[in-house]
């Protein structure tokens, strides 16, 4: 069974920084492309950024320079370090495996604001 938990949305100030986890088990971590996808009220669910099973990264202009992809294979763990946070990026923030039909985790919340 694919299960996807996310963790680490918090309510923090604009210019602050925030660590997602996502914890993967049920399908072989390591070699599966990870991304992370974000969905604000009243707007389609949009990506953040990739890691590939290749080793190549991939971020969303928004997202180049201020976060960064990264993963545990051992520990079947997705990261997202985000900083320098804007109200912008406030959003439930998810992790998504490339595998299969795809899979998503239930998301966590993400705010920023003064």
């Known amino acids: 069974q694919v299960q996807l938990v996310e963790s680490g949305g918090d309510l923090v100030q604009p210019g602050g920084s925030l660590r997602l986890s996502c914890v993967a088990s049920?399908?072989?971590?390591?070699?599966?492309?990870m991304n992370w996808f974000r969905q604000a009220p009243g707007r389609p669910r949009e990506f953040v950024a990739g890691?590939?099973?290749?080793?190549?990264?991939t971020y969303a202009d928004f997202a180049q320079g201020r976060f960064t992809i990264s993963r545990d294979n051992d520990k079947n763990t997705l990261f997202l370090q985000m900083n320098t946070l804007k109200p912008e990026d406030t959003a439930v923030y998810y992790c998504?495996?490339?595998?299969?039909?795809?899979?998503w985790g239930q998301g966590t919340q993400v705010t920023v604001s003064a």
């Open positions: 998504r495996a490339v595998y299969a039909a795809g899979y």
């Open positions: 049920g399908f072989p971590f390591s070699r599966v492309s």
């Open positions: 890691d590939l099973n290749d080793g190549r990264r």
